[in-house]
């Protein structure tokens, strides 16, 4: 199964982001309920790799904090394949995000070597989708964020495929943001 660790945002918050998904053609926008901020992408793991990085995952002690989405972008310089809300800067985000890498590599699970970029993907692009009106929604957005929200916890997520529609997203275990320090 393909599992990805994840935020998941508040409804107060995924409806802010809903509220802005239009004024794009070729865009086929993200539903409400499966809004998040992806920690990591473990992509395909066996059930006992999976079962070893739920045991790592849930290592981290670490409190609640604040997140706050702000402006907008896209992947893809030549072909846009997806348009993303950013997220501010956040010291405990980057530290969720390494407790993530390094659980899966305790775990013996490889991760991809790019550049983590905090973000929502709000719409996947149908092929030449056209790019100025990509732009446009971007200016649209330059100025916009939302209020801040509350972070405190985090999900292993397992992405299932569908005939027809976007993957089934199913919550696998859900880790609190209680505590304070990692435990080594």
């Known amino acids: 199964m393909k599992l990805f660790a ?3 945002l508040p409804d107060n918050i995924a409806g802010d982001v809903v509220r802005e998904q239009k004024g ?5 926008w993200v539903s409400q309920e499966r809004l998040h901020i992806t920690l990591g992408f473990f992509g395909e793991v066996d059930s006992d790799h999976a079962e070893l990085l739920d045991h790592e995952l849930g290592k981290l002690h670490m409190g609640s904090f604040e997140l706050r989405l702000e402006g907008s972008g896209h992947f893809g310089k030549t072909e846009p394949h997806a348009i993303w809300a950013g997220v501010s800067p ?3 985000l980057a530290r969720l995000n390494r407790h993530c890498r390094q659980a899966a590599r305790r775990a013996d699970i490889p991760l ?5 970029t905090p973000h929502v993907t709000m719409a996947y692009m149908k092929p030449r989708s056209p790019l100025d009106r990509i ?6 957005l330059a100025d916009w964020s939302t209020r801040p929200f509350l972070v405190d916890q985090y999900s292993l997520v397992s992405s ?5 529609g976007p993957n089934l997203y199913r919550e696998e275990a859900v880790f609190p943001l209680l505590g304070e320090g990692v435990v080594p």
């Open 135 to 140: 732009i446009a929604f971007e200016q649209r």
């Open 90 to 92: 956040s010291p405990a």
């Open 112 to 116: 991809e070597a790019r550049k983590y």
């Open 160 to 164: 299932h495929e569908k005939k027809r």
């Open 6 to 8: 994840a935020i998941f």
């Open 24 to 28: 794009v053609s070729g865009a086929r």
